[in-house]
């Protein structure tokens, strides 16, 4: 099939429960790569890039970290709903770890200052990997995520949508 | 006159999450609280337990982009508190990989994220497809820039992120000298295109002036990330062992980071490239000094907007100062330092891309972690940020909301603030706010 020329892949990038360090090589691979992703990917939502972001109608979210709070659960809800595919990115989001280190804690480890953020804040009892919360199509572990795997998930889905 | 509240959601084009919320009633700014909103991971006190071997690479995952910060943080601590003195080949390595870290880091802040605010455009997708475009040409040199940054850390320590090679007491594998002269050739290549971004920067006429103290490391003899007393412009000079008798940390009920002051008169400080020019710019490479005169000139400066200008001379420190060792080092072969474990408390304080850094370890005798406390920059510039703001909103509301939102976002941004570095804590007594 040939692919289609006006069409571009409609990709969100977003951040949970991390070191953002998947976010950070992401920027890595543009110095490479950006000149060909621009005529091929529409970033419809990117914080780290653009302020102006739309999360509707994507065709692939990229999801980095782990889920650790009620709101952070909430929008990963939301984002799996407006993405066909979307794409567990990093170890957090594919593990838990090492953002997940709290679950391990023992009751006597937690002390009064452990215990005002979690009172304070919004945090559920337990840090979870995304697919505890919504259905993942990929992942891409690592951590920072393995850029081969990452490419070749990239190159899939831009078949997949008939762009290449 | 905009009169309704304003709230930001999400901080965009910085590392990390943080919001912004503005209270104005009859025409006056009656509050502002700035809320950085990554949540905690608890790493500080997760690390216990932990044998100290296995800290350095734990810690290095607070953050993603200034990872080798935490990881030369904690490696100095922990070398501290075991007495490890490293060898000069270790020290000089060291600050090749963190000319590395600067040079990458640094073009990240620069033209990802604040080069659109100059070109009033939202985001660098949007600068045109143009050859004889300046936005176009400057995004281009920051691909090198950033490139060149990431291959040396490669080269150097393993990794530019999470890097796998330094450890306690010197490296786990010496680099290749047989790579060397590539980068060095590179590095003399990327220097106009570095001075183009300086150039760009301080042009950059935004504004934004408030009276604070600035506090960095320095070093007497050259202009060092790594080693040096703390001083600040109005004559302090504190042992970084000292850190926390000077600064005391303040709760801010609604940002998931504590703020801090000076503990004597509870004044707020600003640290970064801004700081450490304003104090150190003496001390840059005689090259980067010679090629940048007019540009220091307006260096004491109290411009947040200079913070950007400051990491842009900074780049260009950092590509003299690797040219200086790539071309003087001869890697002679050496295993890292290993000594008896014994029980100690270290410290270890550097400066991270956005300002210093302080880790302190606590080891037992039989060499586990038992505490460990980091105290990141962003933590301690957020008063600041946030009384810029205040200062702002105070002196612009006849804007419209668009500009304001967009004014605060990028004096947000000068600060080069890293909110996952920013959720990470101290044990000390608390300041309500």
Redesign the interface.
């Known amino acids: 099939m040939n692919s289609d020329q006006n069409k571009k892949l409609a990709i969100g990038w977003f951040?949970?429960?991390?070191?953002?360090?998947?976010?950070?090589?992401f920027?890595?691979l543009?110095?490479?790569h950006?000149?060909e992703w621009?005529k091929l990917i529409d970033?419809k939502y990117i914080?780290?890039?653009?302020?102006?972001?739309e999360s509707e109608d994507l065709d692939v979210a990229f999801v980095e970290g782990a889920i650790?709070?009620k709101t952070?659960e909430d929008e990963v809800k939301k984002i799996r709903d407006n993405a066909k595919y979307v794409v567990a990115v990093g170890q957090c989001a594919c593990t838990g770890m090492?953002?997940a280190?709290?679950n391990?804690?023992e009751e006597k480890?937690i002390d009064d200052?452990?215990r005002w953020?979690l009172e304070?804040?919004d945090?559920n009892k337990k840090v979870q990997k995304l697919e505890d919360v919504v259905k993942v199509d990929d992942k891409i572990e690592g951590?920072?995520m393995n850029v081969t795997k990452f490419l070749s998930v990239m190159d899939k889905y831009l078949k997949l949508f008939n762009i290449i | 006159m905009h009169s309704g509240n304003i709230t930001i959601e999400?901080i965009?084009?910085?590392?990390?999450?943080a919001g912004l919320d503005v209270t104005i009633e009859n025409g006056k700014v009656i509050d502002v609280k700035f809320k950085i909103q990554?949540?905690?991971?608890?790493?500080t006190?997760?690390v216990?337990k932990k044998p100290l071997i296995s800290a350095p690479s734990?810690l290095s995952?607070?953050?993603?982009?200034c990872?080798v910060a935490h990881l030369f943080a904690t490696i100095k601590a922990i070398e501290n508190s075991q007495e490890i003195e490293v060898t000069e080949q270790t020290k000089t390595l060291r600050r090749l990989a963190y000319d590395a870290l600067m040079i990458?880091d640094h073009a990240?802040h620069l033209y990802?994220?604040v080069l659109p605010d100059l070109l009033g455009l939202?985001?660098?997708?949007d600068i045109p497809?143009d050859h004889d475009n300046l936005g176009h040409t400057l995004?281009h040199d920051s691909?090198?820039i950033?490139?060149l940054g990431?291959d040396i850390s490669e080269v150097v320590i393993g990794a530019?992120?999470?890097a796998p090679i330094p450890t306690i007491g010197g490296f786990l594998k010496l680099p290749d000298e047989s790579k060397f002269p590539e980068l060095l050739e590179r590095l003399e290549k990327i220097r106009p295109q570095v001075l183009r971004g300086i150039k760009a920067f301080y042009d950059y006429d935004a504004s934004l002036e408030q009276d604070v103290d600035y506090v960095a490391l320095r070093n007497e003899s050259k202009f060092d990330f790594l080693e040096g007393t703390l001083i600040s412009l109005d004559g302090r000079k504190i042992p970084p062992e000292k850190f926390l008798e000077h600064f005391d940390v303040v709760v801010v009920?609604y940002s998931?980071s504590e703020g801090y002051v000076f503990s004597d008169n509870h004044g707020n400080y600003v640290l970064g490239a801004l700081a450490r020019i304003n104090l150190n710019k003496d001390t840059l490479n005689p090259r980067t000094l010679d090629d940048t005169k007019e540009f220091l000139s307006i260096f004491p400066s109290k411009n947040i907007y200079h913070n950007n200008l400051a990491q842009a001379i900074e780049i260009l420190h950092c590509v003299d100062d690797a040219i200086e060792i790539l071309k003087n080092i001869k890697i002679v072969d050496e295993k890292p330092i290993k000594k008896p474990l014994k029980a100690g408390v270290g410290i270890g304080v550097i400066e991270a891309p956005r300002g210093t850094l302080y880790h302190k370890a606590v080891i037992d005798e039989k060499g586990v972690v038992v505490d460990y406390d980091v105290i990141v920059p962003t933590s301690q510039n957020q008063i600041a940020i946030e009384n810029d703001l205040k200062k702002y909103f105070n002196e612009n509301l006849d804007k419209n909301e668009e500009k304001l939102k967009?004014d605060a976002?990028s004096i947000i941004r000068a600060y080069d603030p890293c909110m996952?570095c920013a959720t990470n804590?101290l044990?000390i007594d608390w300041i309500r706010k």
């Open positions: 951040c949970f429960t991390c070191s953002e360090d998947s976010t950070i090589l920027t890595e543009l110095n490479k950006f000149d621009k970033f914080r780290p890039l653009k302020t102006k972001n650790s709070s952070q090492p953002s280190s709290r391990a804690f480890d200052r452990i953020y304070h804040f945090y951590c920072p | 999400n965009t084009k910085i590392e990390g999450s990554d949540s905690r991971r608890f790493y006190d997760a216990k734990f995952r607070i953050c993603g982009t990872s990458r990240l990802f994220f939202d985001s660098i997708l497809d995004l691909f090198d950033k490139q990431t530019a992120i999470h009920p998931q967009f976002e996952s804590f044990k």
